[in-house]
């Protein structure tokens, strides 16, 4: 079973700024087999990238993945006032599917 | 439009089995696996197992291995999932989620139900 370590827990940052998200695997995850997805209080999780650095459909393009191998990051380029929630990654490499434990991007 | 729908929350007492239904419509039920995942309040995802509509067959995490089932009505396009001998830290939100479709370990998730909270207490 993969691992996957999130960092940091919370991240405070004002709009506009930009947020850098981590996640980092026990073990390899091939074949780029990450997802990253944004959940806001009370609602299912939403795909926001596939395969380590796809954005999925109508995800706006200040969302980015990239990474390899057992490093992974979620770069959000300008927060706007939507983006404050918790993100998640996750790899589909094998079985059981794994998640991180979540990023909190809170407003300062 | 494409969605899935959930059944509504459950109140259960330690021991009890309850089942949640995840109906899906606007895409071939058949063409899709169907996941379901739980999140207890304020922590993380969990992924319970996943089943293919189309065969009937169903895999689970071990945790939940000899105590959950997952099952399928093609005709109606629902799938489903069974919780048996609920305990209260089985208390959480449950979705069902379908993957890409894509050949493959492509297990990765697009569209999520609503979420279904089952709520384990004496």
């Known amino acids: 079973e993969i691992v996957l370590t999130q960092s940091p827990d919370t991240l405070s940052l004002s709009p506009g700024e930009r947020a850098t998200l981590s996640c980092r695997a026990s073990q390899s995850v091939s074949s780029n087999s990450l997802a990253w997805y944004q959940q806001k209080p009370g609602q299912a999780p939403r795909l926001l990238i596939y395969d380590a650095f796809n954005r999925a459909t109508d995800i706006p393009d200040r969302f980015s993945g990239s990474g390899s191998g057992t490093d992974f990051t979620l770069t959000i380029s300008r927060l706007e006032p939507e983006d404050f929630a918790v993100y998640y990654c996750q790899e589909y490499v094998g079985s059981p599917l794994t998640f991180g434990g979540g990023t909190k991007v809170e407003i300062k | 439009q494409v969605q899935l729908v959930q059944s509504g929350a459950e109140v259960k007492k330690p021991g009890a089995s309850v089942k949640v239904s995840c109906k899906a419509s606007g895409y071939i039920f058949t063409n899709y696996h169907m996941h379901w995942l739980r999140q207890a309040p304020g922590q993380g995802l969990e992924w319970i197992g996943h089943?293919?509509?189309?065969?009937?067959?169903?895999e689970y995490a071990q945790h939940f291995r000899d105590w959950v089932i997952m099952t399928r009505d093609t005709s109606s396009g629902t799938a489903y999932l069974e919780l048996t001998n609920l305990k209260s830290d089985d208390t959480a939100v449950y979705y069902c989620?379908?993957?890409?479709?894509?050949?493959?370990?492509?297990?990765?998730?697009?569209?999520w139900g609503r979420g279904t909270l089952v709520s384990v207490s004496s």
């Open positions: 989620a379908r993957d890409s479709g894509r050949p493959g370990h492509f297990w990765y998730f697009g569209l």
């Open positions: 089943m293919d509509p189309a065969r009937g067959g169903a």
